[in-house]
């Protein structure tokens, strides 16, 4: 089989993609080989993605939920009532799922239906996977109570160790350090614990923390938290993995906009594979095992392809980029809205871009540039096409 070179990325197939680091995931996101194998083989969903409200406690300049030329965050028009939402997660059980992110279109612990759905998730035998800026655990027990009892795997937003870059770029003064706090009693509950970890921080990368990666990775593996470091998902406000969010940052009068914008430049390819080198560098100290396809930074793969992601409106997307590749051109990935009584498993089973995207799942992100070890991109002439 002949594979385009994309950039300075190899593209390969590792015989051995189902085999996981169960040190190297987070609950939810970990599946033995035979599960993993099984739900390719069968047509299951294992990992799908739901929103609570778009509403939200900061405004991202990054977002990739809002439009590239939105001003702020604001709640959506015709959000999906709680009776919507539950039919959602009936729909995805009954295809198979085992897990349900839910990665919020804004803070889903604001959202006025929060308990209800997890508790709900749980009540189901299901694993939550809740993705939160961390600024209202910080100051709430009983949230950090209830997720801990229900289960629930917890990803928090760190872009940077810098509360004056971290504050900037999310669009609040004072975030990080409710962000710190958040952490801090996560682990104390013990979050961080068991293997697979419950406690994950989510990383964006960018020209602004590029350098503080490392160090944020090494953190992560002395303090058994799982490190999702990435490029922009190439939608909303980081449009085709550039950043477009330029109008979000012109609402706080305080941000030196220049500054901050050349902050927020993606990384290059040079960068990138220092970066996967540095990182590739630390897991061997702690003895994880990297993939030679992966999803992030951190060698792990992404199951996320392996579900769908339902949006605060109800339309279904392939994952959470709301994008299409064919041919190596991105489109748009909307497949229909659940209250046009389309059925999700029919779509699931059925829809041709989707049996493609399944067959050829290899760990890796189809919506970004192919992470690979360096060690092994170094055998292959990566300036032309690769055969296998």
């Known amino acids: 089989m002949k594979f385009q070179i994309r950039g300075v990325y190899s593209f390969f ?5 189902m085999t996981l680091d169960i040190k190297n995931s987070i609950r939810g996101w970990f599946f033995s080989s035979d599960t993993l194998r099984t739900s390719i083989e069968n047509g299951l969903m294992l990992n799908a993605s739901i929103d609570l409200t778009n509403a939200c406690n900061l405004n991202c300049a990054y977002c990739y939920i809002e439009e590239k030329n939105s001003v702020r965050k604001r709640r959506k028009s015709h959000e999906l009532s709680l009776s919507e939402s539950l039919r959602i997660i009936d729909e995805l059980k009954a295809c198979g799922v085992k897990t349900i992110n839910i990665v919020g279109a804004g803070e889903p612990t604001i959202d006025e239906y929060f308990y209800e759905i997890v508790n709900y998730i749980y009540s189901q035998g299901l694993t939550t996977i809740l993705f939160t800026n961390g600024a209202k655990l910080a100051s709430s027990i009983e949230i950090i109570d209830f997720c801990y ?3 629930v795997s917890v990803v928090v937003k760190y872009n940077s160790p810098s509360h004056k870059i971290q504050d900037m770029v999310a669009g609040k003064r004072g975030y990080s350090q409710k962000r710190e706090e958040a952490i801090k009693l996560l682990i104390k509950k013990g979050f961080n614990k068991p293997f697979p970890t419950r406690l994950g921080i989510d990383m964006l990368s960018f020209k602004g923390n590029i350098k503080d990666i490392p160090a944020m990775h090494h953190w992560c593996r002395e303090n058994n938290v799982y490190p999702i470091c990435g490029d922009y998902i190439p939608t909303g406000r980081t449009e085709d ?4 969010g330029t109008p979000a940052l012109q609402n706080d009068p305080l941000n030196n906009l220049n500054y901050v914008e050349s902050l927020l430049q993606p990384i290059d390819n040079k960068e990138r594979i220092n970066l996967i080198s540095l990182l590739s ?6 003895g994880i095992e990297r993939s030679g396809c992966s999803a992030y930074f951190g060698g792990s793969i992404c199951t996320q392809i392996l579900g769908l992601y339902i949006d605060i409106q109800g339309n279904i997307w392939p994952c959470v980029a709301r994008k299409k590749q ?15 009584n389309i059925s999700i498993k029919d779509i699931w089973l ?3 871009y989707l049996i493609q995207l399944r067959k050829h799942f290899n760990g890796g992100c189809p919506y970004k540039p192919i992470l690979v070890d360096p060690v092994v991109e170094s055998k292959y002439d990566i300036n032309h096409e690769l055969s296998l």
């Open 13 to 17: 197939i590792v015989k051995n993609f």
């Open 149 to 151: 009892e229900h289960d």
């Open 241 to 244: 993995g550039k950043f477009q």
């Open 281 to 286: 560098e630390i897991d061997q100290n702690y």
């Open 326 to 340: 064919e041919k190596n051109k991105f489109s748009d990935g909307l497949l229909g809205n659940v209250r046009k």
């Open 350 to 352: 059925f829809n041709s």
